[in-house]
């Protein structure tokens, strides 16, 4: 990452940047984009982050988050979108995390929250286990019906988690040593994968897995009779855990680590 470059947005031709980038990475319907040139220049104003990074003066990623409650200890990261395909792997959605926790940390802010899709296997994995953050909240349909290219035909579940930047396991992730959740033999299987559908199993040990599909974003085009299994599943075995107070711990080996307080 030595020749990505972070630094913080002010002026409109940078958030017009920022605009197409999201537009590229999300195709959303006209009106439908996540954020607009004139929110980010309203937030930028006001004291809250906007970011971008950029790799040969070429805009690679870019976040865009505002403070929140708890007042003086957190801020939610709202969107963050980095350039894949041939950049995966490159690192630019890390280093816009670890953008994100320095500027947190230097006003003071204890936290990180933001939103995912539950169901994407590769988004769970950055933010479980490459970043040490941890689901606190499972919010169904959360931002209702979306029409963009990612999200079109599915329901907007989503996982509200939350990054504490001085943990150890943050801490550690920081020094780019992913966070690896330990399994019981007695662990039991909520939700199985079998032939890319989910097969509901136990919920009733201390310890449950629960699988989520490979490439649910291929599916919503491809089966989406099976991409629906998969919401209504995950919705009806994670969400119902963590609503009667179960702790997500971990992802591991393509599912969810929970377990029962």
């Known amino acids: 990452m030595n020749d990505l470059v972070l630094r913080e947005l002010h002026s409109i031709e940078e958030f017009e940047d920022v605009f197409r980038l999201f537009d590229r990475i999300w195709h959303p319907p006209p009106g439908g984009a996540p954020v607009t040139v004139e929110m980010m220049r309203a937030l930028s104003h006001a004291g809250n982050y906007v970011a971008g990074a950029y790799r040969s003066d070429h805009l690679v990623g870019a976040s865009v988050g505002f403070l929140s409650a708890p007042v003086g200890r957190a801020m939610h990261s709202h969107v963050t979108g980095a350039v894949t395909g041939a950049a995966a792997g490159s690192g630019n959605g890390f280093a816009l995390k670890l953008h994100q926790r320095e500027w947190a940390l230097a006003r003071g802010l204890e936290m990180i929250t933001w939103t995912f899709d539950p169901l994407i296997r590769r988004n769970a994995h950055f933010n479980l286990a490459k970043l040490g953050a941890r689901p606190e909240e499972y919010l169904p349909a959360f931002y209702g019906q979306l029409d963009d290219a990612v999200n079109a ?109």
């Open 153 to 261: 035909g599915d329901e907007s579940d989503r996982l509200l988690v939350v990054w504490r930047l001085c943990e150890p396991r943050v801490l550690a992730a920081v020094r780019r040593e992913p966070y690896r959740t330990e399994i019981p033999p007695d662990a039991v299987v909520g939700i199985a994968d079998t032939g890319g559908r989910p097969v509901a199993g136990r919920t009733d040990a201390a310890t449950v897995l629960v699988a989520v599909p490979r490439d649910i974003e291929s599916l919503r085009t491809e089966d989406p009779e099976a991409a629906r299994a998969w919401r209504l599943a995950v919705r009806d075995v994670l969400g119902g855990l963590m609503g009667e107070g179960a702790r997500v711990t971990g992802f591991r080996d393509g599912g969810y680590v929970v377990e029962r307080a």
